[in-house]
Nanobody
Framework: QVQLVESGGGSVQSGGSLRLSCAASGFIHSWYCMAWFRQAPGKEREGVASIDGDGTTSYANSVKGRFTISRDNPKNTLYLQMNSLKPEDTAMYYC??????????WGQGTLVTVSS
């Protein structure tokens, strides 16, 4: 069974940067999709970025050009480099992994707070 643990969240001022990590334990197929989601207080969870087994990435319009998703398969680790952070990026960030047709492993989340 895959377990995911996020880290790297914290508080930062607007315009700052953070790098989130998601360490996976258990067996992760190299062809698994991995993704980052976020949920702000009072809002629904939304997809932020995803990466498939071939390294193809996809981003929400709101983070394009500012966030970069990457994965290190030998280390079973997913990353999210977040630059030019805005207050509206404040949320709990979750990583997920699994078949691209349906991600079935989720982490507990790491909190990102961006102050203006």
């Amino acid at each position: 069974q895959v377990q995911l643990v996020e880290s790297g969240g914290g508080s930062v001022q607007s315009g700052g940067s953070l790098r989130l990590s998601c360490a996976a334990s258990g067996f992760i197929h190299s062809w698994y999709c991995m993704a980052w989601f976020r949920q702000a207080p009072g809002k629904e969870r939304e997809g932020v970025a995803s990466i498939d087994g071939d390294g193809t990435t996809s981003y929400a319009n709101s983070v394009k050009g500012r966030f970069t998703i990457s994965r290190d398969n030998p280390k079973n680790t997913l990353y999210l480099q977040m630059n030019s952070l805005k207050p509206e990026d404040t949320a709990m960030y979750y990583c997920a992994a699994g078949p691209c047709s349906g991600l079935d492993a989720w982490g507990q989340g790491t909190l990102v707070t961006v102050s203006s």
